[in-house]
């Protein structure tokens, strides 16, 4: 008898890929604001004084569809000069849409919190170079933002509000979800 040769019937390339995966699929500016109220005036710094710079960050999240999230990264950035006027403001909301299959919801919330946001944001640092340096001032180059410390801060706070909110309840009151 001859043998059987299954080798042919085998999928090429491997099979389905059953593991945890995650992925960026691509990244977008939502939204750009840049607003210059007060040139020509505030682009003539003639104190010599650099001015106060002052930089918001927030991300969130949107689940797409069972595997598909929207990370968005808002920065917002202004600058004031000699008697607090503003020179420059900045707003950007970069968006990113990542794909993930297969991952715990624990390690899903933090890739999509630390991980996503800090692939994106040497991006979106460059648009807010670009923008600021457009308007006439020198790049406004952040500093590298570590994402999982403030991660790590939220869920703090988090926990610490919550375990205010249980000592404050009245003993032998229960939690209770009601729908």
Do not use: H
């Not at 939502?30 to 010599?48: R, T, V, Y």
């Not at 299959?101 to 040497?122: C, H, S, V, Y």
Request: negative net charge; aromatic residues 6%.
């Amino acid at each position: 008898m001859a043998e059987e040769n299954n080798q042919g019937n085998a999928p090429v390339g491997g099979e389905e890929n059953t593991g945890p995966t995650a992925g960026m699929i691509t990244q977008y500016i939502k939204d750009l604001s840049f607003e210059n109220p007060n040139a020509p005036q505030s682009l003539q710094n003639n104190s010599g004084q650099n001015p106060a710079i002052d930089v918001n960050v927030n991300v969130g999240v949107t689940q797409i569809n069972d595997e598909v999230y929207e990370v968005e990264l808002k920065i917002s950035a202004s600058s004031k000069v000699e008697n607090d006027t503003v020179a420059f403001v900045v707003e950007l909301a970069y968006g990113g849409l990542f794909g993930l299959r297969g991952i715990p919801e624990d390690a899903t919330k933090a890739f999509l919190l630390i991980q996503a946001p800090t692939m994106m944001f040497p991006f979106a640092r460059q648009i807010i170079a670009t923008a600021t340096q457009d308007g006439g001032y020198p790049p406004l180059m952040l500093d590298p933002i570590n994402f999982e410390a403030l991660f790590r801060q939220q869920q703090a706070q988090a926990e610490a509000q919550a375990a205010d909110a249980n000592a404050s309840a009245p003993a032998g009151d229960a939690d209770v979800t009601v729908n």
